[in-house]
């Protein structure tokens, strides 16, 4: 019979405990040298462009790849006060400070913002005229012609896709982004000193409006980020896709800080083994999710055979190179996590569940690099993996998006310290 916990933080230490104020310098300067050292080693990158536009496309993969791990648990937070979970309490901190750090990574976007209000194209066709072209010889005709004569489609969505409402609309995500993460983070906190159950009701309240904010920002924001590259190009699915791999990407990264701070001695009672059955749960339905979008993605595109759409996956499936990335993405982010974590024993398994994590978010980064490296160089099809300029670039972003969240986290606690359902969270057993 399952024995009943008080509803007490037990753990000797439930914060970081000053050691965000030595890992901070650490993970910053690792961040500014891995980041210089991409944007120097791309100076004598053979994957066209210049040193700034090879630097610039790897720099977007890597900014997505931390953003969607924000936005996931942005909507774990959410989601978990609309369904009134009480199992996750114990985790669902971690989660809020992830999400917190939605907002500084938008000062951390002026790299890719700033060249789009000063008109450059290299990243994103749009801000130039001739990006309805399928040749590099055709977007010079269409770039010498006059407004009124440009193609309809570079009219049409030339009132969308221009370097005033896509910053606007950038800025916006961030603000709103940061303005829920704050809301969710500082009432939490507040609770912990009050304990009033009142502020709980608050955020469920409010979580149902807050979810519907949080889907449009994140639909409109996949499509200006990553979509736009493309913008011939265009998929409904694609904002459900990402989706998909950042709510996947956030539950892995709340169970591995989990572990790291259980490993260092901190929340080592309040997060057990039972949590981590959960979270792995959830992860194996979200890879499964995500491999059905993908593929529906894809067959969609597929037996409708319209060529403005099936371009797209021709640059990704025939080209030397990407199709083979893309076979690596198939097998690497769908079968072997999906028979990896499928069985309860593994998924109890801390060390395996960690390896696991790991694996899929080395994984979530290839897909990321596979949405966004294709389009640097559209026309030429070339296969562009440099590991001496992508890799720095991975490893310094990485590390500053920590230090984010050893600034946002502080001294707080790592746990809800008076939730109202904290006993049921401390008390949850897996049947």
């Not at 989660?95 to 951390?108: R, T």
């Not at 409109?220 to 913008?231: H, K, N, R, T, V």
């Not at 993908?294 to 990704?316: H, K, V």
Request: glycine share 6%; net charge neutral; charged share 10%.
């Amino acid at each position: 019979m399952h024995e009943t916990r008080p509803a007490k933080i037990t753990s000797d230490v439930v914060t970081l405990n000053d050691g965000h104020l030595k890992a901070m310098p650490l993970l910053l300067g690792i961040g500014v040298i891995g980041l210089l050292a991409s944007f120097i080693l791309s100076m004598f990158s053979s994957a066209g462009g210049s040193a700034f536009e090879r630097f610039s496309f790897i720099y977007l993969v890597n900014f997505c790849f931390v953003l969607s791990i924000s936005l996931g648990c942005m909507f774990f937070v959410i989601i978990s006060h609309l369904t009134r979970a009480g199992w996750n309490v114990t985790v669902r901190r971690l989660a809020e400070l992830f999400a917190m750090c939605a907002f500084p990574l938008g000062i951390l976007f002026l790299v890719i913002l700033l060249p789009v209000l000063m008109g450059y194209d290299f990243v994103y066709p749009w801000n130039q005229s001739g990006w309805s072209a399928h040749s590099i010889e055709q977007a010079e005709q269409i770039a010498a012609l006059d407004a009124a004569a440009k193609p309809p489609i570079e009219q049409l969505k030339g009132a969308y896709l221009n370097p005033m409402f896509f910053s606007i609309r950038a800025i916006a995500y961030f603000l709103i982004w940061g303005a829920m993460g704050a809301f969710f983070l500082k009432t939490s906190l507040k609770q912990d000193d009050s304990g009033d159950v009142i502020l709980t009701k608050r955020m469920q309240a409010l979580s149902a409006p807050l979810l519907i904010l949080f889907a449009v920002t994140i639909v409109f924001s996949s499509f200006d980020f990553e979509m736009s590259l493309s913008p011939l190009w265009f998929s409904t699915m694609f904002p459900v896709y990402f989706f998909a791999g950042a709510f996947m990407s956030g539950l892995i990264t709340i169970t591995l800080t989990a572990m790291w701070l259980q490993k260092n001695g901190r929340v080592t009672d309040e997060i057990t083994t039972e949590h981590y059955h959960d979270l792995g749960k959830l992860t194996f339905g979200f890879v499964v999710f995500w491999g059905y979008i993908a593929f529906s993605q894809f067959l969609l595109i597929w037996y409708a055979n319209i060529p403005e759409e099936t371009f797209w996956y021709d640059y990704r499936i025939n080209t030397t190179g990407w199709g083979i990335w893309s076979l690596i993405l198939v097998v690497g982010h769908l079968f072997i996590p999906f028979l990896a974590i499928m069985g309860r024993t593994a998924r109890r398994n801390r060390t395996f569940l960690a390896g696991a994590g790991i694996f899929l978010l080395v994984m979530h980064w290839v897909d990321h690099y596979w949405l966004i490296m294709p389009q640097m160089d559209a026309y030429g099809h070339v296969f562009t993996f440099n590991p001496l300029v992508d890799i720095p670039c991975a490893v310094g972003m990485i590390a500053i998006y920590i230090a984010i969240f050893c600034f946002v986290a502080k001294n707080r606690p790592l746990v809800p310290l008076k939730d109202p359902r904290l006993g049921e969270a401390l008390n949850h057993a897996v049947h």
